[in-house]
């Protein structure tokens, strides 16, 4: 038996959490699972959802769709952001294939709003301030487990804590773990596209830990890439027509060389993937590490193993999922990570919160490059 609350739901929906249920459930009930998403009759939510993979537009806004149930364990939040990132394209277009229909998205924080009774024996109450990675954040309310869930301090705002979930935390684990310590404070660190999203916090959290920072970015985003701390900063020139940067535009290696007295960077932190892996590896210095974290110029291309014994050097691809395997390592990253946000020691900038009904232009702003920060959709 579990006990559903939610007291900031609209009167109408309090006794079942789908409003549309046409037979009325009791307050303390057996939690069942809704025939999620397609039930007609539980329909009262609005979502920005995938019913077939495509561009943008294949993100249809529907006033009508079913609230989520709340499975043990779980808690319902009530969105106030969604984070749009990368990952959410990928799945929209097909490229990482999922079950059709779904929600978009993979990151949120509101308020609690329901809570199972095993998250509340785990102190979780409704009216906390939350923010999670789980399917589904396109939506005014969304089912997550207890265990997902990252409370946000006072002082730090649900848009800020939104925008840490994915590119905060991946930006910590980058600059804490994926290097395997083969870097240590006082040495060099290339981070490409620090005027992105991950790397300007990974930009930053590079110097937090001590090492010295070199940065890649483009002239159109030299404005907040210059605010970040590097010790070095590598402005290129624009690839004609686009906003991003074109990374021949500029002799990479050889100004790496040049700042590091010839001995190249310990690590290389590259999520621009294709456009960039000559760069990065050319970059390394003896018993360096490429850690390649993304591909938004598109997938590294295979190469030999042979090619890394010149500098004896090392190649990670890691993935935030495996760097937050459980849920303590989860919340101590997010605890480090709010904790230099309350301090001021980060500075994270959103860059648009589009409302949820323009799901399409969030898609196609985030595609376009346009954004120096975080994109988010506002939900009411
Ligand atoms: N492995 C993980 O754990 C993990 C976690 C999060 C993200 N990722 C991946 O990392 C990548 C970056 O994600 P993000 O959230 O940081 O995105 P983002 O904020 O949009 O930043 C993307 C960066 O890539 C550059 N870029 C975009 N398109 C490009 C192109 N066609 N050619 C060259 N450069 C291009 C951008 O350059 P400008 O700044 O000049 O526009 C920007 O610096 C994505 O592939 C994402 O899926 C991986």
Redesign the pocket.
């Known amino acids: 038996m579990y006990t559903y609350r939610y007291p900031d739901m609209p009167h109408h929906r309090r006794d079942a959490y789908s409003c549309g249920s046409k037979t009325k459930k009791s307050k303390t009930t057996t939690t069942t699972h809704a025939k999620y998403p397609d039930d007609k009759n539980d329909v009262c939510t609005q979502a920005a959802v995938v019913r077939e993979v495509g561009d943008a537009h294949a993100l249809k806004v529907e006033n009508d769709y079913p609230t989520p149930q709340m499975k043990p364990g779980q808690v319902i939040v009530k969105n106030e952001y969604a984070g749009v ?3 959410d394209t ?1 799945h929209r277009k097909g490229l990482y294939p999922r079950d059709l229909p779904f929600v978009g998205g993979q990151e949120g924080g509101g308020t609690v709003a329901a809570v199972s009774d095993e998250a509340a024996n785990e102190g979780i109450r409704v009216g906390d301030h939350v923010a999670y990675s789980v399917f589904g954040s396109y939506a005014q309310y969304t089912a997550v487990p207890a265990a997902k869930l990252l409370p946000v301090p006072e002082g730090v705002g649900l848009d800020v804590a939104t925008s840490c979930v ?2 905060g935390l ?1 930006a910590h ?2 600059t804490t773990s994926a290097h395997a310590g083969l870097i240590r404070p006082g040495e060099w660190c290339l981070i ?9 916090w990974a930009a930053q959290m590079a110097k937090l830990r001590g090492f010295k920072v070199i940065g890649t ?2 002239k ?2 030299a404005d907040v890439a210059s605010a970040l701390g590097c010790d070095e900063l590598i402005v ?1 020139d ?2 004609p027509g ?4 074109d ?1 021949e535009s500029a002799d990479i290696v050889t100004r790496v060389m040049e700042v590091t007295d010839g001995k190249g960077c310990k690590a290389v932190i590259d ?6 892996v000559d760069i990065s590896i050319n970059s390394l210095a003896h018993r360096g590490i490429f850690i390649s ?6 997938a590294v291309p295979a190469f030999p193993v042979l090619r890394l014994i010149g500098k004896s050097a090392y190649v990670t ?5 495996d ?1 937050t395997v459980d849920r303590a390592e989860l919340v101590s990253r997010a605890d480090e990570v709010f904790g230099w946000l309350k301090e001021g020691k980060l500075n994270v900038s959103v860059d648009r919160a589009f409302p949820l009904d323009q799901a399409a232009e969030g898609h196609i702003y ?1 595609e376009a ?7 988010l959709y506002k939900i009411d």
């Open positions: 990132n990368f990952i990928y994915v590119q991946t684990y980058l490409h596209g620090v005027g992105g999203g991950t790397c300007q970015c483009s159109g985003k290129l624009e690839v686009a906003s991003y940067e990374y999520g621009i993937g294709k456009s960039t974290f993304g591909n938004a110029s598109g691809r890691p993935k935030l999922l760097y985030l490059g346009k954004s120096k920060g975080k994109v």
